[in-house]
Every structure is written in C-alpha cells, then in structure tokens.
C-alpha cells in the first residue's frame, strides 16, 4: 500500500475505515539547515538552524554535517515563503490539552504542548541555572522529562542583552549520565520548528535507566562568527567563557509514568534490508518505536558505503478506533515526520545494525490508542549505480527559449535542459548580496521528475582532459504529482569552476542515487496495553 501526500490522509482514512471522517489538515514539516545538518545520531549534531525564510536543505555523499559543499553534492533549496500558514492539528478524540501558563520562551513553539503535557504530572524540571562570564549569560529553566527523551531548553545572550547564535560546536559536550559517569542518553534530533528565544538540546534514554541521572555541561567556547562588509568575507571570532553547569534529575517518577513493551517482529525485503522491531515506549508526550537495520550481502554490495545517513523508511500508521491514518514519507519535501528522531550508527563499525527510533506526536498519534498498526511502505537507499551523459552546450538552440538540448533518465528519474549560463557562485547558503567567490561557473537549467528521493546523491562533471568538477543540484519541489514524484521546475546543475575558457562539451554523471524501494509487504500490530499509569 502506497503512501499519498499528507493533504489525501482524510479522503484516505473514510476509504479504509468507512466510518466518520478525520480530521482535515495539511502539516508542513521540514527540516530547515541552515549552515548546519546532522552528523550519525542524525547524526551527531542532531540540530537545525532556521533560515528566515528560504529553507535550504543540502546533503552531500557523506555525513549530512558538512559545512561546505564537496564534490558530487546534491542541494535542494525548498521556499515556502508564500505558503500559508497552517493550523494548529489535532489527532482524532484526543482531549485538550490542559489550560495552564507556559513560560514565555516556549509560547511560540511546539515545545507549549509538550509542556503541557509533563508539567501536570511533575516531569518539568527547573534547574535554576544562570551563569554570567564576561557579559555573556547561559540560562537554564525548564527541561522537559519523560522516559523516552529529555528535552533542555536554554538561552543564551550576548552582552548587550540581545540572542547568542546555536552553540552547535559545543553540543557534544553535554552529557547525561549515571552518578558513575557512564552515559545513559544519546543526542537526537528534534524535527519540529521552534522560536529563536531558546536552543534546545534532545537526548534520548538508553533501555535501562538508573533512578537518579545526572547532566553535565562542560561549555566554553563560543563562536561569534560575523560578514566583514569591507573585506567581504566571513570572520570567525572565538570567545572563550566558563559556562560549566551539572544539575541531577530523580527518574523514580519518571519511570513510573511509562509503559514499556518489548517486540520481536522482524521482516526482510526483497532487496535485502532487514528491519527488527525491538521495543514500543509509551509516555505522555508521545508513542516511540525502536527499530534495527541491517543488510544483507546482496545489498551491501550495492549501496553507497553512506548509506546509513541517508537510509529512510517510508510507513503510515492506522488506528480503527479513531480512524487515524497518518503517513510518515521519511525525508521527502512536505512530508510528516515523527518529532523526535534518533539515528545511531555508533553499532555499525562493528558489525552491528543501524537503530533507529520513531517517536510520534500525541497530535497526531493518540497515545492512548490500543489497536496501533504499523504498515511499511517502501524505503530509500542510496545506491551505487553510475550513468551519464554527454552535454554539447553547442547544441543549445538560441532562437526558442525552451529547447530540449540534454535529456538524463536512471531509474525512473528524468531530467531535460534547455538552457544555460555562466553566474557567480555564492559561497554560503545564505551570504549577503553581492558575496561570490571565483569568477562566473557554468549553470544548467531544465526541470526535473524524480522518482528517487534526491538527497544523498553524487554528481560530478569530467571535462576532454579528464578533469572533474563538483556539481550541485538546485531546485524548488512542487507537491508530489498523482505518480508521487517530485517535479522541479526550476532545476539548476551548478558545476563549481567549470568557466567559459573551459569548452562547450564534457561528461554529467550521476554515480550515486538515493533510490526508492516499494516493493515491500509488512504489517505489524503494535503492542497493547492493559492500563496507562498516566490515567490513574
């Protein structure tokens, strides 16, 4: 069963369920980079930055933190500048949430609901943490605790009391461990937007939880880096301030308010991915599912030595009980996402699986939904498969604007162009006006149908001499099409140093696509419960 795009889940769900109709809603969730991916716990550095209105998003052939673009790296620019606004979204027959005050920082995020969800039953906790060193504050109020994810929000200010940017260079450390030292959480990514008034740090609980856990700051350095107008370029400027913190957080109560159900489902494709449900966690603030991948020889052999960053399951989720029916299109454009997301690939150096956990949102999946079914229905791997074609910028016809000049098909994914020129390249995702480096490189331009998701894959251009240049991908995805592939029409391959001195004729070759699998047959019941401590 394939998945729609989010806007049909209600036309979808009174055609499986016959019954009354759910709620109506379009959700828009993107990850929004912005100089900063994540590194492997999604992976790494599970953190976004918000862009103020473009939102950029860039994967390159290895881990998705890279800060400058290497060669073969694809990039989609997504603008949703003139979207509307959706609604606040609800699951079906889930209760309102209760009516209390939440700090000012978290009014404007999602982070309010999950706020309003712990505070009742004791799981916010406020440290009481400020810390001043040469004019620059850290403030730490409320942490967010369930038994699957502790959530630290923080604020930082710089001297003149106006917002410090993400201290994303210093997340790796902050540690949350037992009175022993040894770790018992794992950074993970938040895929939710938030307000700029805080940074938040995510960390998911490991399987066996002491009572008492204790988090550790050793931060210190903080970079302000800034544009020199008159040199027109970027400066770092490092900072150096003592902002150690440690605070404990007793989880006896914390504990208490979980249901735990230990899984052993497992299913192997056609292709040769294994996945193993391994454990369903039920808090207040959400259903979590944890899960292991593997591959077999076969398709070891097959795919990019990357493709655990890139790796995505595509799923949807059915509750009959409430006639829920939510699709969850791993990293497409538009699609919805679980809220928190872990990726760990610490095991596969060693021979072990990827895990992966999926932790959904109450407003979307109800948490105190018996019958919950999980329906796999495809996944995306990046692929080691190499194609190309030639292009002879002579062939370009100067008399019609729109004139198919090089057409590149591989698995289902075609792309044609009709024009090009040569422009300056800029040197950051979002630099000031008038910020390019080197002189005018070559940009193609045409449009796009991709099949395949496109993050992930690997391009390049090799001139007569044999020489090669990276290409970049760049485009603004439609909603999918009624063939659930993406349309670009505004598709631009920047090949970076490819100048007019260097001809008309050389190699495009794509060597690396993140491909979609759908041919996969899996449904699992999801475990029940007889009572839900958080309701007594």
Not at 289 to 314: C, F, H, P, Q, T
């Amino acid at each position: 069963m394939k998945p729609i795009p989010n806007d049909e889940d209600r036309l979808w769900g009174q055609h499986l369920f016959r019954d009354e109709p759910d709620a109506d809603f379009t959700l828009e969730v993107m990850q929004k980079l912005d100089g900063m991916s994540m590194v492997s716990a999604e992976e790494g550095n599970p953190f976004t930055k918000k862009a103020s209105k473009s939102h950029w998003m860039r994967r390159t052939g290895i881990a998705a933190a890279a800060v400058v673009i290497l060669a073969g790296g694809a990039w989609f620019a997504f603008d949703y500048t003139s979207a509307p606004e959706q609604p606040s979204v609800n699951a079906v027959n889930h209760p309102p949430l209760p009516d209390i005050p939440v700090p000012e920082e978290l009014k404007y995020s999602y982070l309010a609901d999950d706020y309003k969800r712990l505070k009742p039953f004791g799981l916010v906790v406020n440290p009481n943490i400020q810390i001043e060193d040469k004019g620059y504050t850290l403030k730490i109020e409320d942490v967010l605790v369930d038994r699957s994810q502790i959530v630290m929000t923080m604020q930082q200010k710089m001297p003149d009391g106006s917002g410090l940017a993400a201290l994303t260079p210093e997340m790796g450390r902050i540690h949350v461990t037992d009175d022993q030292g040894l770790q018992v959480a794992t950074l993970i990514r938040d895929t939710r937007a938030t307000s700029s008034a805080v940074e938040r740090f995510v960390f998911q609980l490991h399987d066996n939880i002491p009572d008492h856990v204790v988090v550790r700051g050793e931060l210190g350095h903080l970079n302000m880096g800034y544009y020199n107008f008159e040199t027109k370029s970027y400066e770092d400027k490092d900072v150096t301030v003592d902002w150690s913190f440690q605070f404990n957080i007793d989880m006896t109560r914390v504990k208490s308010l979980a249901v735990e159900s230990p899984m052993n489902n497992t299913y192997t494709t056609p292709e040769g991915l294994k996945l193993d449900m391994t454990q369903l966690v039920r808090t207040p603030n959400g259903t979590r599912l944890d899960l292991n991948v593997s591959l077999d020889d076969g398709l070891r052999a097959k795919v990019d030595e990357d493709w655990a960053n890139y790796m995505d399951l595509i799923y949807h989720i059915e509750i009959p009980e409430t006639n829920e029916y939510r699709i969850f299109n791993g990293s497409r454009p538009n699609a919805r996402q679980a809220k928190f997301r872990l990726r760990d690939l610490s095991g596969l150096m060693d021979g072990g699986p990827l895990k992966l956990s999926e932790t959904w949102d109450p407003a979307f999946v109800t948490v105190d939904a018996n019958s919950i079914r999980f329906v796999l229905d495809g996944y995306t791997i990046p692929v080691k498969e190499e194609k190309s074609v030639v292009v002879d910028l002579d062939k370009r016809r100067k008399d019609t604007k729109f004139y198919t000049f090089v057409e590149f098909e591989q698995f289902g994914d075609q792309i044609v162009l009709y024009d090009f020129n040569y422009r300056p390249v800029e040197q950051s995702f979002n630099p000031p006006k008038g910020s390019f480096e080197g002189n005018s490189s070559l940009v193609l331009e045409g449009s796009g149908t991709f099949r395949n998701a496109f993050n992930g894959d690997q391009w390049v251009a090799i001139d007569s001499e044999g020489t090669e240049y990276p290409v970049e991908v760049m485009g603004t995805p439609d909603k999918p099409n009624n063939n659930e592939e993406n349309v670009v029409n505004d598709l631009k391959l920047i090949i970076r140093g490819f100048y007019k001195e260097n001809g008309t004729k050389f190699t495009l070759k794509r060597t690396v696509i993140n491909r979609e699998y759908r041919d996969v047959n899996w449904e699992v019941d999801l475990p029940s419960y007889t009572s839900l401590p958080w309701q007594k």
